[in-house]
């Protein structure tokens, strides 16, 4: 029988809802029928067997459409493998990724019965000239970190891809534990 996976994310300008669709690419597998669909949109999380949860970082925190998910679901989601991604840091560096990192790592302690089997951070995709007015005006100040900061995509589908593998292995012997 097809197990059902939820991949569900918050996102304001899309990049984190591409990172979704590629990661059900990978998932998308004789083994599991998935679902990709928004946070806000999500009532029940009932029917599926694992859920994959995707949010971006806005002024040091995950996008309040995934946090308020995460408090929604919190009985649940205590209850079923879960894999968090989230998408961050527009340059390419890894003081920056790990800056964000040790953020979301610090957030996750908010949540201390949500227990991912895999926790991930990638690049995130910036473009000065689709910013919505408000996001605009945080980019204004010399000492904001976006402050006349070129657009870039910094994710990685390499990682990605390697990262939704790893996923689908572990959903694999969780869901087959005598194959391991
Ligand atoms: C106003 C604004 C604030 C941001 N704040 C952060 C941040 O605090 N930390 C971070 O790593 N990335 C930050 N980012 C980068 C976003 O996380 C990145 O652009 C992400 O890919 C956006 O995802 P979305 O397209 O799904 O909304 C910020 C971007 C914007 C526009």
Redesign the pocket.
Known sequence: MSESVLIT?????????EVAEKIAQILIHDEFEVEVLPCKKVDTIEQYQFIVIGA??????M?KDAKNFLLRNQDMLSKKPVAFFA????GETEK?LT??QN?LDKELKQFPWFKPISTVMFG???NPKK?RLL?KF??LPPAS??HNLAANDA?NWEDIKNWAEKITASLISIKNPSIQ
């Not at 918050?10 to 984190?16: D, L, Q």
């Not at 971006?56 to 925190?61: D, S």
């Open positions: 994310y918050a996102t304001r300008y899309g990049s984190t809802k971006p970082y806005y002024i040091g925190g996008l998408l961050g840091p527009i920056e800056e964000t953020q995130g995709k910036y910013l996001d945080l980019t970190p976006l994710r």
